[in-house]
């Protein structure tokens, strides 16, 4: 059983005196920022020189640099740029700046596991991973409640490595929630593998699937639409409230009796094993250097890919119906 930390488990006087380096103002960036700020912290700002981040951060009242100026004075570097980008921005501006006795922290275990930064021995390296996108986590931490998440410890030189992560989890807001203690390895393994096959593409592909099929059938683009992607987020909330059970009687005995009696159709052991395939290919490294030589030539196939979902038969119906809806919640 994991262990689990929460607002009593973290000791938020522990980050005094400390400077903060947030480097990169995006999603993640703009939320932990504030939040840190909010709960007393000092919090200096890194992004592009002139870049709408950068705009942003200095709207927002920051502090904002370089990489290299925020590496030099921070006393915690939180890592929240791009993955692909992580090991060129530590190389240039980072690296010459890691002194004996500072804390690299990332959001994602991403370029430690997959040895693409390899911090010196003389600093700690943490993690801390709110499980929700940055708007939202700004949005709860208003609200004082706040999301799980995943906290890590890769390098302890200093022996205070995960009291201090902690302390960072509570000042965004998370150990309101309660953060589970992981490993870089778990952590990166387990949120690229549910990018794929769980909530990603797992659930994505899923819908397309089932669209093509009543199309295919005859029914009309809109109403398969509205059946299969506009319900999801009733689903996915009795979900997250209640549990799977818990969501499926709420529905329909009809709807029970058929989620219950044909899931295992649907997705059955040739699904599960093309999951195991990718999974061992995100554990060996194949699926990250494929994305890390994609970053290297401009992202040409990304660019494709993108193009390709906009273009799909259930999204040109998607975005008819959602101008019709102006009451959806956009974060």
Not at 7 to 28: F, M, P, W
Not at 213 to 239: M, P, Q, R
Not at 272 to 286: A, Q, V
Request: glycine content about 10%; some cysteine.
């Amino acid at each position: 059983m994991a262990k689990m930390f929460y607002d009593r488990d973290a000791d938020l006087s522990l980050l005094d005196g400390r400077t903060i380096g947030v480097i990169g103002y995006g999603s993640q960036g703009h939320a932990q920022a504030q939040n840190l700020r909010d709960s007393g912290c000092k919090v200096i700002v890194a992004d592009a020189p002139g870049s709408t981040a950068w705009k942003a951060a200095e709207k927002a009242g920051f502090d904002v640099s370089d990489a290299a100026d925020v590496a030099k004075k921070a006393d915690i570097i939180v890592f929240l740029a791009p993955d692909d980008l992580q090991p060129q921005i530590y190389r240039q501006s980072i690296a010459p700046q890691l002194t004996a006795g500072k804390t690299l922290q990332f959001a994602h275990g991403f370029n430690i596991y997959y040895h693409q930064i390899v911090p010196p021995p003389s600093i700690d390296v943490t993690l801390v991973a709110p499980k929700i996108h940055g708007v939202l986590l700004r949005k709860l931490y208003t609200e004082n409640q706040g999301p799980p998440g995943s906290v890590a410890v890769h390098q302890d030189s200093s022996g205070k490595a995960m009291p201090m992560a902690l302390a960072y989890a509570k000042a965004i807001g998370c150990t309101r929630g309660g953060v589970v203690e992981t490993t870089f390895k778990e952590e990166t393994v387990t949120d690229i593998f549910n990018e794929q096959c769980g909530i990603g593409g797992g659930v994505v592909g899923l819908l397309k699937a089932g669209w093509e099929v009543l199309v295919e059938a005859g029914y009309s683009d809109e109403t398969a639409y509205l059946e299969l992607f506009h319900e999801l987020k009733g689903v996915a909330d009795l979900i997250n409230s209640y549990g799977i059970p818990g969501m499926i009687r709420r529905c329909s005995q009809t709807a029970q009796y058929g989620i219950m009696s044909r899931q295992h159709r649907v997705i059955d052991e040739s699904v599960k094993e093309n999951m195991r395939r990718l999974l061992r290919e995100i554990e060996d490294g194949t699926f990250a250097h494929q994305w890390l030589l994609e970053g290297s030539i401009g992202h040409p196939n990304y660019l494709t890919l993108l193009s390709m979902e906009d273009e799909h038969g259930s999204e040109v119906a998607g975005r008819k119906l959602r101008e019709l809806m102006p009451w959806l919640s956009k974060p």
